[in-house]
């Protein structure tokens, strides 16, 4: 069983800066794509970043040049750098994951951070 655990979220002034980690545990899985997405109040969850296992990096056109997704392999964790934050970045932040657990096909999300920018 594969545990993801969120942190880093927070308050932040427009324009500031925030980082957010996960952090994938567990036993007998193996992780392709792991990437962010955040869904604000009455609007539908959208996708930030993804980072595959060769490092690729895809971003929302939102935050693309503002934001900048990493990933430690071997630590099974990614990170998201997240600058010039704006309002419209307020949402609630979730780290998706997919891949292998137990040789079967595994995608899971975590529980959410919450991310505010406001002066």
């Known amino acids: 069983q594969v545990r993801l655990v969120e942190s880093g979220g927070g308050l932040v002034q427009p324009g500031g800066s925030l980082s957010l980690s996960c952090l994938a545990s567990?036993?007998?899985?193996?992780?392709?794509?792991m990437g962010w997405y955040r869904q604000a109040p009455g609007k539908q969850r959208e996708m930030v970043a993804s980072?595959?296992?060769?490092?690729?990096?895809k971003y929302g056109d939102s935050v693309n040049g503002r934001f900048t997704i990493s990933r430690d392999l071997a630590k099974d964790i990614i990170f998201l750098q997240m600058n010039s934050l704006q309002p419209e970045d307020t949402a609630v932040y979730y780290c998706k994951v997919d891949g292998l657990s137990g040789g079967r096909k595994y995608d899971d999300w975590g529980q959410g951070t919450q991310v505010t920018v406001a002066s």
């Open positions: 980072i595959s296992r060769a490092g690729a990096a």
């Open positions: 567990g036993s007998n899985f193996i992780l392709y794509d």
